[in-house]
């Protein structure tokens, strides 16, 4: 490290630079010159903005509280940071050492050091700086006493400017740091750990695409279009061929074409190539012998470039990051000795296992970053994903097979080793069979990932937030109600009424949906029969093993039923398994597992009848308002009519009464249809109507008549249990279609259904302003005597309840739709649980908003 | 929403009088909920009725109403069509001088006692039928109950005819009093002028009634305070031991003479004390009865009550005097809402972990996720699990068989199944577990409820 004067000050953009110099030698011009005022931290301010005086000395212990924790939060947040004190002695710069330390920032020194007379001259000029000549030149001489061993107290750059001249002179640049890759977009193909097993290698690269000409000792490598390897180090030892392993990867690395991370025993071997003391084992001494055979020339080459691998790579605009033995997320694109210790060795306990090998703390359980961390180190049997992490060394040398993950499209490439080149200590790290790791990872949530006031930002409409309170009330339900969060994927969104009718005496009106989505750029609707029965989600599995494969799932169950507030549908586990066999067994008559090659389906579904689930609902509240309505009404009409009959004059109030009765006996009538015993499956009836998920796909980008096409499908083969939902489409433009509609909902609902649902023929509808309401309901005029009371429809009460709000609801349905579609998303993509459950957790809180329970 | 007052009192029609209004016409009243109606459909020399059809608005009952709790949120209800309170305050309003007992015209006829038939329908009854019979039978009525067909057996509503030679006034008080309490409910928020209601109406009668504790409970929304102080000025000379303000849980009313609550508080507390803990966990805190018997010895220095329910803790807070102005705060107590199938940092590193009655409120499939909270993520050195013992429910003789002690009861489990369930959980997190049982052990199905006491 040169100590000489620089020109250009070349520091990582991300430091924690240090000032150091005697008071007056110009470090705030400096700092002023060269930084952002936000970036500089200067003691002084920090001394005034404790207690109004710059210079106050005795403030000096509560200015560096402060100064430190601007510094730490800055730190923490990847911004660069500039101390603006004297930092005369190491016992000064000691603290800021740590701290840089702490949040992997480089240390910067930057040393000013004009001169004591320099200094001197400069506070002349300045009030309250009437030092003397004494201080500067203690100072002064302190600084460059303590000169030579800075780099000892752990500044990673040290650069001194020692004169009025070098200082105008000096120029400050920054750069990113080694590791900081975001400019490189990829498409990457990430190879695992070689070893040097170049057999495979070569293979690996053919099938990935790569061209591979080899003249003499000069190998020219050919990419497919704009792609580029990343190897997450460990290229040598073990292996029979790791000279060519390193000429392949040093040949991709000269063209530009290759990122590699230092694994540990890449280090080794370099720091056994420079001569150190290594204790020769793990294959290092295959890796001297092979070397042995080169050129002196080769050796050195190989020296220089294991020497300078980086510990990491941070890709693709922070995307991705790579790393041999993984990375903490608050390690990502910085720099320090823990990060290269972290991204050598992973996390260790410090213990060793019966194999004599440390034992690991799994660090990917609880990652919880944004970028994607690829890495190897620990062989595993096949590549798993956990909370966006995956490990890709599957043990090729071993015997196992050599890897590469295709990103950003996820896409595993492998070939098999040839043979195994070295024996493992321990035997190859197999995935439960039955369970991935992402879902033994995922075994408990943790309270603080539901709790408080959250935002989750869905890719279809917004950033939804949720409030404490819902929040709050959402734990409850969830915590003491809800089935197990692993088959609790997703909650269907509540769903908004249409705009309230204009037409005498109606409340609800198919035209009015028909001008919603005509007025939002819709060309078609599909009409959907609304059954009358309860709303619920179906996880069909194919057996057991898919459950536990696919959810996570410890239990023998094949499936599961819940209900639009994520409890058990059934009560009973045999009728819910009885169910499932049903609705399994058209699955696998309509061949669909194949066909969407799946093991596991997500069912959106009604089933009936209503009393099945709603029965404590009809008989405590529904029944009693029939009965007491129509004695109560009975006996009024009975006095009024005697009294009309000994010439009072009470006939308005007797026909009042009358009418009042007739409403009361059709209130007590309107949910006979949706009521019947249930003794056993037989009487059940289920009505699919989305398909919402199958392996590998959220079925929401297909339209509404794909989902029915497969419902029908479903039903003709079905043995009894499933049932059609009616529907039409209709052509909004079409004003006879439109009219033809409405009868048919009249003829609907006069029959006694609940109405219809309208949608656009897209799952997820778009209009000129974003995400519109992906389907109405128009109930029909005899249910909503169930939902709004037996005299709804009188003229005084009707005129009343037209001056209902939808906006709430509808926003509400809006943002319900988003975070289910989120969660489903997520699922699909084998997010980590928590990722998911904080979408279905939002659903169950968003529902707990004060919101009219009758729309 | 109708009653019927008739009278054979000759003449007749002096009922008019009484009620102040006149027999040929008919007679409305604005009330805040919708309108009263009284005409007569029969007045008659030697027969006069008088009929009340009260016209609650259904819509203006429901319409602006916010998250307040109560039967008034359910946006259908029978509030419109039954006899309740809402009739109670119709009486008043529209028979104000009839239910004082005055008369302009009629003061004599006020005075007496007359041959009247009320009759009042639908009438809410919660209860059995007998029990129109036990509160009008002794002011001197006779009774006819006749229960209105439900849709599937008989519905709550009765029709309820009363006959019986009685002041007007006195009988109007005793519909006025009765309705309410017949139905278990208020359509207002009853405040402290509720017991001069009371007393104003019903204090001439109820000293003496037989069911005056059951009245004055019902009356009084079982508010305990408002309750002890109307019995305090109607009976001075006897004490009441009556219940807390709260009703009673189902759970309460079966274990109730074994006060096994508070055994099981105790004997939690003395393995708390045995296992040296100081810093304690109370799962499921409920209303913080363990945690007010903890915070009296001061060998506990930290005491954290989690709850899934909001409302339990604000209950508990207010046992435990948190957040009371002027009240000197324990700082050694925090309230946590939570619950137990998340992982949680908050109550991590205490001592002791208690679960008093807890587990049996989870379904099976989510204990699994419970005991990975409890005894994998936070591993206290001791955690103390009770649990009702299910061999021991054959001795409860109002319990069905195969019936659980409390309807959110997931399992009940039987001495084996806990030992069982502790055996794995102490296997699988390193834990020991002894056994032993809460209350009086019968010999053969052991005692009323078991614990388990896991430590590592």
């Known amino acids: 490290m040169s100590f000489e004067d620089a020109v250009v000050l070349d520091?990582?953009?991300?430091?924690?630079?240090?000032?150091?110099?005697?008071?007056?030698?110009?470090?705030?011009?400096?700092?002023?010159?060269?930084?952002?005022?936000?970036e500089i931290i200067s003691s002084d301010q920090c001394r005034a903005l404790v207690c109004d005086d710059e210079t106050d000395q005795s403030a000096t212990a509560d200015a560096f509280e402060l100064a430190r924790a601007i510094a730490e939060i800055r730190l923490k947040n990847r911004r660069l940071v500039v101390l603006d004190a004297t930092n005369v002695r190491a016992a000064d710069r000691k603290p800021w050492i740590e701290i840089a330390r702490r949040w992997h920032a480089l240390p910067v020194a930057v040393v000013i050091d004009p001169g004591a007379d320099a200094c001197i001259a400069n506070?002349?000029?300045?009030?309250?700086?009437d030092f003397g000549p004494s201080v500067p030149r203690r100072m002064t001489q302190e600084i460059r006493q303590g000169l030579a061993r800075l780099p000892r107290e752990g500044f990673r750059q040290v650069w001194r400017l020692s004169s009025v001249e070098g200082m105008a002179a000096a120029r400050v640049e920054r750069r990113p740091l080694w590791t900081d890759r975001r400019d490189d977009p990829?498409?990457?193909?990430?190879?695992?750990?070689?070893?040097?097993?170049?057999?495979?290698?070569?293979?690996?690269?053919?099938?990935?695409?790569?061209?591979?000409?080899?003249?003499g000792t000069t190998i020219e490598i050919v990419p497919p279009e704009r792609r580029k390897l990343v190897f997450v180090g460990d290229l040598v030892d073990r292996g029979p061929r790791t000279p060519d392993v390193l000429r392949i990867v040093m040949a991709a690395v000269d063209a530009g074409q290759a990122h590699v991370v230092q694994g540990n025993h890449d280090q080794k071997l370099s720091r056994w190539l420079a001569g150190r003391d290594v204790k020769i084992a793990h294959g290092l001494r295959e890796s001297i012998d092979q070397l042995a055979a080169e050129t002196a020339d080769f050796r050195d080459r190989v020296k220089t470039f294991l020497d300078g691998l980086r510990s990491h790579y941070w890709l693709a605009g922070g995307r991705l990051a790579v790393a041999h033995a993984g990375l903490k997320e608050e390690m990502i694109g910085r720099g320090s000795p823990a990060v290269r210790e972290f991204a050598l060795y992973g996390e260790t306990t410090g213990e060793v296992d019966d194999f004599g090998l440390p034992v690991r703390l799994d660090w990917a359980n609880a990652y919880r970053g944004k970028t994607t961390i690829v890495y190897g180190h620990t062989p595993v049997a096949e590549v798993q994903w956990v909370n966006n992490t995956a490990c890709i060394d599957t043990g090729c040398v071993f015997g196992g097979k050599l890897t590469a993950l295709r990103w950003p499209e996820g896409e595993v490439v492998d070939v098999p080793a040839a043979r195994a080149h070295a024996a493992s200590a321990r035997k190859l790290a197999s995935p439960a069979p039955e369970r991935d790791a992402q879902a033994a990872a995922d075994t408990l949530l943790d309270h603080a990932d539901v709790s408080g006031r959250r935002w989750i930002d869905t890719t279809l409409f917004r950033r939804v937030v949720v409030a404490e309170e819902n929040a709050a009330a959402a734990l409850e339900a969830m915590g003491r109600f809800a089935i197990a969060p692993q088959w609790l994927v997703y909650l269907p969104p509540t769903m908004s009424p249409v705009e309230t009718s204009t037409r005498e005496s109606w409340l609800e009106r198919p035209e009015e949906a028909f001008a919603f989505y005509r007025g939002r750029g819709q060309a078609e609707v599909v009409l959907q029969e609304k059954h009358m029965g309860s709303r619920a989600v179906i996880a069909l599995c194919r057996d057991a093993i898919a459950a536990r494969r696919r959810f996570g799932t410890t239990s023998d169950d094949a499936g599961a039923i819940w209900t639009r507030t994520g409890r058990a549908f059934f009560s009973e586990r045999a009728t819910t398994d009885a169910v499932l066999a049903r609705i399994r067994g058209a699955v696998d008559a309509a061949a669909l597992w194949d066909e969407l090659g799946t093991d596991w389906l997500l069912i959106d579904a009604e089933i009936m009848p209503w009393s099945a689930k709603?029965?404590?609902?009809?008989?405590?509240?529904?029944?009693?308002?029939?009965?007491?309505?129509?004695?109560?009404?009975?006996?009024?009409?009975?006095?009024?009519?005697?009294?009309?009959?000994?010439?009072v004059t009470v006939e308005n109030l007797r026909d009042r009464l009358a009418l009042r009765r007739e409403k009361a006996r059709r209130y007590a009538a309107a949910w006979r249809p949706y009521a019947w015993p249930v003794s056993s499956v037989d009487d059940l009836k289920v009505a699919p109507f989305h398909f919402l998920a199958s392996e590998g796909a959220a079925h929401f980008d297909k339209s509404h008549l794909w989902h029915m096409e497969i419902a029908d499908r479903l039903i003709a083969v079905d043995g009894g249990i499933l049932t059609a939902t009616r529907r039409r489409q209709v052509a909004l433009g079409d004003e006879q279609a439109c009219a033809e509609a409405a009868i048919w909902w009249e003829e609907l609902t006069a029959g006694g259904g609940e109405g219809m649902v309208v949608k656009p023929l897209s799952f997820t509808p778009r209009g000129s302003k974003g995400l519109?309401?992906?389907?109405l309901k128009v109930r029909g005029s005899e249910y909503l005597r169930i939902i709004y009371g037996p005299e709804y429809d009188l003229p005084e009460n009707l005129i009343r309840l037209r001056e209902r709000g939808l906006g709430g609801k509808r926003s509400l349905a809006l943002r319900e739709f988003a975070l289910g579609q989120e969660g489903l998303t997520r699922f699909v993509a084998r997010a980590p649980l928590r990722r998911v459950h904080e979408c279905v957790f939002g659903v169950l809180a968003l529902e707990s908003e004060p919101i009219d329970p009758r729309l | 929403m109708f009653v019927s007052i008739s009278?054979?009192?000759?003449?007749?029609?002096?009922?008019?009088?009484?009620?102040m209004k006149h027999p040929d016409r008919v007679h409305e009243v604005e009330l805040?909920?919708?309108?009263?109606?009284?005409?007569?459909?029969?007045a008659q020399e030697a027969r006069c009725e008088a009929v009340l059809i009260l016209d609650i608005d259904p819509i203006g009952l429901v319409r602006g109403r916010g998250s307040a709790e109560g039967l008034l949120d359910q946006y259908v209800n029978d509030r419109p069509y039954v006899a309740s309170s809402f009739l109670s305050v119709a009486l008043n309003r529209v028979f104000r001088s009839a239910m004082a007992g005055t008369s302009r015209e009629r003061q004599d006829l006020a005075a007496m006692a007359l041959p009247l038939e009320i009759i009042v329908t639908p009438l809410p009854v919660r209860g059995s039928g007998d029990l129109v019979r036990a509160l009008f039978e002794p002011l001197g009525w006779m009774v006819e109950v006749e229960r209105i067909a439900g849709e599937a057996g008989p519905s709550r509503y009765v029709r309820a005819r009363l006959a019986g030679i009685l002041r007007l006034a006195d009988a109007l008080s005793h519909l006025y009093v009765l309705m309410p309490v017949l139905d278990d409910d208020k359509h207002y928020w009853i405040g402290d002028d509720e017991v001069e209601k009371l007393l104003a109406k019903g204090g001439a009668w109820l000293q003496t009634h037989p069911k005056r504790e059951l009245v004055i409970r019902r009356y009084l929304k079982r508010r305990g305070a408002l309750v002890r102080a109307a019995l305090a000025r109607l009976a001075p000379e006897e004490v009441f031991d009556g219940e807390s303000g709260r009703t009673a849980g189902a759970e309460d009313i079966l274990e109730a003479p074994l006060r096994l609550h508070d055994l099981r508080i105790e004997a939690v507390a003395a393995a708390l004390t045995t296992a040296g803990a100081s810093a304690v966990a109370d799962l499921g805190c409920g209303e913080g009865k363990l945690l007010a018997r903890l915070a009296r010895d001061q060998r506990f220095t930290r005491l954290i009550g989690l709850d899934a329910s909001m409302r339990a803790l604000e209950r508990a807070a207010d046992r435990l005097k948190i957040g009371r102005i002027g009240a000197t705060r324990d700082e050694r107590i925090s309230l946590l809402h939570g619950v137990l199938t998340y992982r949680d940092a908050r109550w991590q590193g205490v001592d002791a972990a208690a679960l008093i009655e807890v587990i049996e409120h989870l379904d099976p499939d989510r204990l699994p996720a419970l005991a990975e909270v409890v005894f994998g993520a936070a591993r206290p050195a001791t955690v103390i699990v009770t649990t009702p013992n299910a061999d021991h429910n054959v001795l409860f003789p109002t319990l069905a068989a195969g019936a659980f002690r409390h309807p959110d009861h997931r399992f009940e489990w039987t001495r084996a199944e806990m030992q069982a369930w502790a055996g794995t959980i102490a296997s699988r997190y390193g834990y020991r577990a002894v056994h032993s049982g809460i209350g009086d052990a019968h010999p053969e199905f052991g005692p009323p409820t078991q614990m388990a006491v896991l430590t590592r």
């Open chain 2, 7 to 19: 009278t054979t009192h000759r003449p007749a029609t002096d009922l008019g009088f009484l009620l």
């Open chain 1, 186 to 215: 990829g498409p990457f193909d990430i190879i695992g750990d070689v070893h040097g097993c170049a057999d495979e290698l070569e293979a690996l690269l053919r099938r990935l695409g790569y061209g591979l000409r080899q003249d």
């Open chain 1, 772 to 775: 519109i309401q992906p389907a």
């Open chain 2, 32 to 42: 805040a909920f919708g309108r009263a109606v009284v005409f007569f459909p029969q």
């Open chain 1, 614 to 647: 709603a029965s404590s609902l009809i008989e405590q509240q529904y029944a009693p308002v029939g009965v007491a309505a129509q004695s109560g009404l009975e006996a009024a009409l009975d006095a009024a009519t005697r009294a009309v009959s000994r010439g």
């Open chain 1, 11 to 38: 520091i990582p953009d991300f430091s924690l630079v240090v000032l150091i110099g005697a008071t007056g030698a110009g470090k705030s011009t400096f700092a002023a010159r060269w930084f952002r005022p936000t």
């Open chain 1, 123 to 129: 506070n002349k000029g300045r009030q309250n700086r």
